[in-house]
């Protein structure tokens, strides 16, 4: 591609994925997470370009079965704007992918809730990868283009275009929790991580308290002086010897419109009484709809729910859990592990409190059309979403922005939603008896109650929705000091 772009958004992923068929064709799928759900709409008629990985691997060169193999080239208009994909080997994938980025940080960002490994081997191929996505940037960046660099994967990035291409201005955006400065501590490379974020002209985070963590980190370990809204950094290529990069926070959102208008269309509704009918009818119909992953704390609520079938607080028959847990980062050992842990208690749960052809939970293993969840937040009278640690989680938002009527949001405070979605019913994912309790109290609070709820967060929600969110962040961009 050698046109110059003005505008790029770089994430490790694409908006779509490649699962190569047996045949030797090529499927493009929606890639998974909320990055995605997120940007999507955004650069929708945006004239941009959008780098990342397709989630395929590179022919290796010295295997004899990748010999003569070719990737299929991504083709034309299955994404919101150009893509421009970032090849990785398999030993790539592992070593960035699958090692640092979700065996490291992932863990490490999200309060350590599993335990991070920290490898040199690790760390060489998130190296070498950042630069490859910094070297692909500013080939393909137009002189004093703006370059949108998001999310845990590619943190170093910044720095590194900004060492090729000072023209450029550079925006980067966190889409994960960022630890206290006591956590990050442990980080063998936390210095070369902070430099590389303050390459950025803007770094965001989804909440004052993720900010506050990384000003944090830029005092304590670069020596720096931050005040409230950013930090001076040195600079040897400008003539004041320095910089400015603004840090502040921007909480993500959705296309509020759009899953509104999903919900209302006559398909969707007549799919939610189906899906309520299918499900026997019950009095109270719970959803959990999470990507799999331990950070979501899908084991909270199916415990929560189970003990509330033991204590007959629920009576069997009377209410159905449906989760639905897309499958992720299935290479990971922790993520192998936690799906065998769900399973287990799911399985349990039905073989001690199922009836036959109804069984109290619905476990689903797989992705779905936003039409077909849109159904689902539709149908459910309570929502639960309940993680140990999660940036935003954006399951919260389409829940309130998809059910219309009276409904309830069960929401741990250690999500980013929690801090703008004070309607919900709000619950310490640690406390187990504290979750039974929001989830009795939910069952049993007033239509009328939790009407004006809703109406509540869905008013605040029209308001901050995605697009919103992104020209703050791009005006904020705009605004910060640039580097030239
Ligand atoms: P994360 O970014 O950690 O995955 P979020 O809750 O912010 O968490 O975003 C998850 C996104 O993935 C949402 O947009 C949600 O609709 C989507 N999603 C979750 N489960 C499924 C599924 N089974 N099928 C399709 N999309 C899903
Ligand atoms: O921020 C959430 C996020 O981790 C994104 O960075 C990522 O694209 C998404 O969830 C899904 O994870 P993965 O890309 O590892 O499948």
Redesign the pocket.
């Known amino acids: 591609m050698s046109h110059a772009f003005e505008f790029l958004v770089v994430a ?2 694409l908006p779509v994925s490649a699962d190569e068929q047996p045949d030797g064709t090529t499927l493009w799928t929606r ?6 759900s997120a940007l999507e709409p955004v650069l929708r008629g945006h004239d941009a370009a959008w780098v990342g990985w397709s989630g395929r691997f590179a022919p290796d060169p010295y295997s004899t079965e990748d010999y003569g193999r070719e990737l299929e080239p991504v083709p034309d208009g299955v994404g919101p704007c150009p893509l421009v994909e970032v090849e990785l080997s398999r030993e790539e994938v592992e070593g960035f992918y699958e090692g640092f980025a ?1 065996s490291t940080l992932w863990p490490l960002y999200h309060d350590a809730v599993a335990t991070p490994s920290y490898h040199r081997h690790f760390w060489e191929p998130y190296v070498a990868v950042n630069q490859r996505f910094a070297n692909r940037i500013a080939d393909l960046a137009a002189e004093g283009a703006t370059v949108w660099v998001h ?1 845990y ?1 590619l943190q170093l990035v910044p720095r590194m275009l900004r060492d090729r291409r000072p023209d450029l201005r550079i925006g980067f955006f966190l ?2 929790p960022f630890p206290p400065a006591e956590l990050f501590a442990q980080l063998p490379w936390r210095q070369q991580i902070a430099e590389g974020l303050l390459g950025a002209d803007l770094v965001g985070f989804h909440t004052p308290g993720d900010a506050a963590n990384f000003l944090r980190v830029a005092e304590r370990f670069l020596r720096l002086s931050p005040d409230g809204t950013g930090v001076e950094v040195p600079d040897a290529t400008r003539p004041t010897g320095g910089r400015r990069v603004t840090v502040d926070d921007f909480p993500i959102s959705i296309d509020t419109r759009e899953y509104d208008a999903i919900a209302r269309t006559e398909e969707v509704q007549d799919r939610a009484a189906e899906l309520r009918e299918k499900l026997g009818n019950p009095r109270w119909l719970m959803l959990g709809v999470d ?1 799999l992953d331990y950070t979501k704390g899908i084991d909270v609520r199916l415990k929560a729910f189970t003990e509330l079938l033991e204590e007959g607080a629920i009576q069997p028959g009377e209410a159905v859990l449906v989760q639905i847990a897309t499958p ?2 299935e290479n990971v050992e922790d993520y192998q592990r936690l799906r065998d842990e769900i399973e287990l208690m799911v399985g349990r749960a039905i073989g001690d409190h199922g009836l036959i052809g109804a069984p109290p939970i619905q476990y689903l293993h797989q992705p779905f059309a936003r039409e077909e969840l849109v159904a689902f937040y539709a149908a459910a009278d309570i929502m639960l979403v309940t993680p140990y640690r999660d ?1 935003m989680n954006l399951v919260a938002k389409e829940y309130v922005a998809s059910h219309g009527g009276p409904g309830a949001l069960v929401l741990s405070e250690f999500a980013g939603a929690a801090v703008e979605m004070t309607d919900a019913f709000l619950v310490n994912p640690y406390d187990a008896e504290g979750v039974k309790h929001a989830i009795v109290d939910a069952m049993h609070t007033p239509h009328d109650e939790l009407d004006t709820r809703m109406r509540r967060m869905r008013a605040r929600l029209f308001e901050h929705d995605v697009a919103r969110w992104a020209a703050e962040f791009l005006e904020a961009l705009d605004k910060s000091e640039w580097s030239r």
């Open positions: 490790n992923r890639s998974p997470g909320g990055l995605v979700n999310d994967q889409h994960i990507r992720s980062r940036g």
